[in-house]
């Protein structure tokens, strides 16, 4: 994989800026960053901008800039990731070899397979491995997003996956299929950040931080925030049942006391949009060696990497992928896209400007990114909103025209 570095023309930086101003001057979406590098993490960004208020309706609390913090929620989930592949080139772990799990997560190794509520469970057939973590095709899922699971979290007093002072037990709701046999959007980053946690014997903010986050100077992602990161940390809002911007207060708590226990692989990151678009430069400069993963690992983030199976079996992810307006809807028409144990990967181009090849996520609070190897960028846009699926959602629709007018505009 080679590394180009692309430059962003005056004309499309101020074209960027009008719509990205625009449309927070207008209340059309709240305060957001839009944020575009290079593998160069010397170079400065090829585009960097942050605007709006960090406490919606509250101009006296301030603008958001480079300092604010945000609940990153899932783009977690590609940390975990990196660090998992880091101990699997250093021999550490193994992608498909399903006796690492069965001894470091005992827990995950004994859920059932649920059909109902009611039901007590049937044992699994088959194995689990770390690809399924990393892929989604492990089994488990999120009792918010599936109606059975949520089901069974009220029936038997389960506190649910966004509970306050986490632990291990948190994160185990019954399996809804056999592993390698389905795709579902799951707790697999979860359990794969406990193994990493019972592998190094470190914490995974520990881990994080020495292996990733220090070596790439983004000092403010952690999973313990400071008094610091709340004083800058950008309120969440929501949208009415007019649509209309509100303040809103989370999922979660985000409270000092209440960020305590097992730290979420799945979505527990704080940080700002600039030090992430400093791990996602990491990433990319891994292509070559020297960088945070050895650049054959760092391929299997860019390429398809679902288990093999018959055609038709991961489907999941396109049902999932048509909850997402931003995904150009001809890539979830003509089967354009795939999994890679990074998150979503384009297998064509897409009409917005990313190319076949791309890795892209996000988070519930649409804090998106995306790494397009090919033209040698990385992106993020970001805000705190919880509006997750809807199609007339205004966020989803400037992040399409930023990169639009990003790409027309490298050079």
Not at 161 to 172: H, K, P, R, Y
């Amino acid at each position: 994989m080679t590394v180009t570095t692309p430059t962003l023309s005056a004309d499309a930086k101020t074209k960027i800026d009008q719509i990205l101003q625009s449309a927070v001057d207008s209340k059309e979406i709240p305060a957001s960053t839009f944020a575009v590098a290079t593998a160069d993490l010397n170079a400065e960004p090829v585009y960097f901008k942050a605007s709006g208020e960090r406490v919606f309706g509250s101009p006296d609390k301030g603008q958001i800039n480079e300092d604010t913090v945000l609940q990153l929620m899932s783009m977690t989930k590609l940390v975990v990731t990196v660090a998992a592949l880091q101990l699997v080139a250093a021999g550490k772990l193994t992608l498909d070899d399903p006796e690492i799990i069965n001894k470091h997560l005992p827990e995950l190794t004994s859920l059932k397979i649920i059909k109902s509520a009611d039901d007590a469970g049937t044992d699994r057939t088959k194995p689990i491995t770390l690809r399924h973590l990393l892929t989604h095709t492990n089994g488990t899922g999120y009792d918010v997003m599936v109606p059975l699971l949520g089901e069974w979290a009220k029936k038997h007093s389960h506190p649910g996956v966004f509970a306050s002072n986490a632990t291990v037990q948190t994160f185990e709701l019954p399996l809804i299929f056999e592993p390698g046999t389905a795709w579902n959007y799951s707790l697999g980053l979860d359990w794969g950040g406990i193994l990493i946690e019972r592998v190094t014997g470190q914490s995974l903010d520990s881990y994080f931080k020495e292996n990733i986050f220090k070596p790439l100077g983004a000092d403010s992602l952690t999973f313990v925030p400071t008094e610091k990161h709340y004083e800058r940390l950008q309120q969440v809002v929501t949208r009415d049942a007019e649509k209309k911007l509100t303040v809103f207060p989370g999922i979660r708590e985000t409270a000092p006391e209440k960020v305590k226990g097992q730290a979420s692989g799945g979505a527990g990151l704080y940080g700002t949009a600039r030090d992430y678009l400093r791990f996602l430069q990491g990433i990319l400069r891994s292509a070559q060696p020297g960088g945070i993963l050895p650049p054959e690992y760092t391929e299997l983030i860019f390429s398809n990497q679902l288990p093999k199976a018959p055609e038709g079996t991961f489907k999941g992810q396109y049902e999932f992928a048509a909850l997402i307006p931003h995904i150009d809807p001809a890539l979830v028409a003509n089967g354009g896209l795939s999994h890679s144990l990074g998150g979503y990967l384009t297998t064509q181009d897409s009409k917005w400007g990313r190319k076949a090849g791309s890795d892209f996520w996000e988070g519930i609070y649409k804090t998106f990114y995306w790494m397009d190897p090919k033209t040698g960028i990385a992106g993020t846009f970001s805000t705190q909103c919880f509006n997750f699926g809807d199609p007339t959602d205004p966020q989803e629709k400037v992040y399409n025209q930023l990169e639009r007018a990003l790409y027309d505009g490298l050079q």
